[in-house]
C-alpha cells in the first residue's frame, strides 16, 4: 500500500520526490498545482510496491546495466564452451582460440574463432580468460603472442587448482598486464540449469590503479554475480588449501565409485542416488582435469594419504569385529577359552 502523508514542510522539492523521473513533465504539472500546494504539499515517506522512480530498482537496473566486454577464451574445450554460452547469453562478445579447430560449434555459439593466436591477439579482447587443461597451461602461455595485445589487458584464468596459474601469469606477463584469478566452483555438469549459489572464488591479484581498470575487473566479477553465483574473495593459497580437502576429495571418490560402474537398482535410497549424481558430476571430467588437481595443488597428495589411511581405519574396524566373531564361534569367549581342552584349540 502506497502511504501518502500530508506535511506541511515547504522544504520538499520535485526531484526529493520524483528523483530522475521526467523533470520537464512534472514541472508542467507541478506549476498548475503549485498555488493549492504552496498550502498543503505533499511526501512520500514509504512506498510498499515498487516503483520505477524509487531509488532500489534504479539501484537494481544501474546493477543490470553492465558494460559489454570482449572476451577471448583460450582453451574452447568442454569449459571453455560453457562459460561462452553464458557470456554471450549476458551480452558480451566472445572471440576463441584452441589448439584444436573448434570453428564450426563457436560459430553455433555465436563466438568468433580463430586458429591463429596472432589473429586472435590482434582483434584486442578486453579480458584474456584461459580455459586450458591445467596440464597445458604453462606451454599454452609460452606460446602466446601477448605483445599483439593492448597493454592493459585483464588476463584470467579458471584452473581448479590456483596458486601454480597465479605464480605463472606473475612470472610470464608484463606489469602493464591485469592479473584475475578465478575457480567456478562449478562444471557443466553442476552447473548445467542455474549458477544461483554456486561459488566464484577470486582473487585480484593485480589489478592497475586506473578507474577504467577496476571497472572493468569489477565488470566481470558482476557477470558471474548476477548469474546468481556466491562470491567468495579469496587468495589463491587458501583455495588450494581448502580444495584439496574438499573438491579433491570429491573427485577421487566420485572417480572411485564411476569405476565400480555402480547402477541404479529398483530399490535406490536417497543416499544412493546422491553417490549416482556424485559420479555424474564427476567421472565425465577429463583425466587431465583430474590428474591436475593432483600434481599441481601441493596439498592433494597428504589429503590423498588421509583418504587412504581412513578407508584402511574403516576396513579394519569391519575385520576388526569379524575376526573376533569368528574366534568366538570357534573358541567360546575368552573366559571359557581359559578352560578349552588342547583339541579345541587346534581348529
Ligand atoms: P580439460 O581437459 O581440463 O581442458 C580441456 C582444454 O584444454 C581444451 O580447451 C583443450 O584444447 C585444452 N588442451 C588440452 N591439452 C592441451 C595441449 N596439450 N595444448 C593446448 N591445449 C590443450 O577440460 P575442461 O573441463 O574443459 O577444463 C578446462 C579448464 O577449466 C581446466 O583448467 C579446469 O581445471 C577448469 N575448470 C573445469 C571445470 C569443470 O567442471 N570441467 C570447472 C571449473 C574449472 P582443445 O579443445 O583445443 O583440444
Not at 116 to 141: N, Q, R
Not at 278 to 296: A, I, K, Q
Request: aromatic share 10%; with cysteine.
Amino acid at each position: 500500500m502506497t502511504a501518502l502523508r500530508l506535511l506541511d514542510s515547504t522544504k520538499v522539492t520535485s526531484r526529493r520526490l520524483f528523483g530522475s523521473f521526467n523533470a520537464d513533465c512534472f514541472n508542467a504539472n507541478s506549476l498548475m498545482r503549485r498555488s493549492s500546494w504552496n498550502r498543503r504539499r505533499l511526501r512520500v515517506c514509504a512506498i510498499d510496491a515498487a516503483q520505477p522512480f524509487d531509488s532500489e530498482s534504479r539501484e537494481k537496473e544501474s546493477r543490470r546495466k553492465h558494460v559489454a566486454l570482449k572476451i577471448g577464451v583460450v582453451g574452447f574445450g568442454n569449459f571453455g564452451q560453457f562459460l561462452t554460452k553464458r557470456f554471450i547469453k549476458d551480452g558480451h562478445e566472445v572471440i576463441a582460440t584452441s589448439r584444436t579447430d573448434h570453428s564450426g560449434i563457436a560459430r553455433e555459439l555465436g563466438a568468433s574463432f580463430f586458429r591463429d593466436a596472432d589473429d586472435f591477439c590482434e582483434e584486442h579482447p578486453d579480458v584474456v580468460i584461459f580455459c586450458t587443461s591445467i596440464l597445458s597451461l604453462e606451454a599454452t602461455m609460452q606460446a602466446f603472442p601477448y605483445q599483439r595485445l593492448k597493454r592493459n589487458t585483464l588476463f584470467c584464468d579458471v584452473l581448479s587448482v590456483k596458486q601454480f596459474p597465479k605464480q605463472l601469469f606473475l612470472k610470464l606477463l608484463p606489469d602493464h598486464f591485469d592479473i584475475l584469478c578465478l575457480h567456478p566452483m562449478f562444471g557443466p555438469d553442476s552447473g548445467k540449469e542455474s549458477w544461483q549459489d554456486l561459488p566464484l572464488v577470486y582473487d585480484k591479484v593485480r589489478i592497475g590503479s586506473e578507474i577504467s581498470r577496476a571497472e572493468r575487473c569489477a565488470s566481470l566479477l558482476r557477470f558471474f554475480e548476477l548469474q546468481g553465483c556466491r562470491m567468495v574473495e579469496m587468495s589463491c593459497e587458501e583455495h588450494d588449501r581448502q580444495a584439496a580437502s574438499s573438491q579433491f576429495i570429491t573427485h577421487t571418490v566420485g572417480r572411485m565409485l564411476g569405476t565400480m560402474e555402480l547402477a541404479e537398482t529398483t530399490i535406490s535410497t536417497k543416499g544412493f542416488d546422491s553417490l549416482m549424481s556424485l559420479v555424474d558430476n564427476t567421472y565425465h571430467d577429463s583425466f587431465d582435469l583430474y590428474y591436475g588437481l593432483f600434481v599441481y595443488n601441493e596439498n592433494a597428495s597428504a589429503e590423498l594419504a588421509r583418504l587412504e589411511i581412513a578407508f584402511d581405519q574403516v576396513k579394519s574396524q569391519l575385520f576388526g569385529r569379524l575376526h573376533e566373531l569368528i574366534r568366538t564361534q570357534h573358541f567360546g569367549d575368552s573366559s571359557s577359552a581359559t578352560s578349552a581342552t588342547p583339541d579345541s584349540d587346534s581348529h
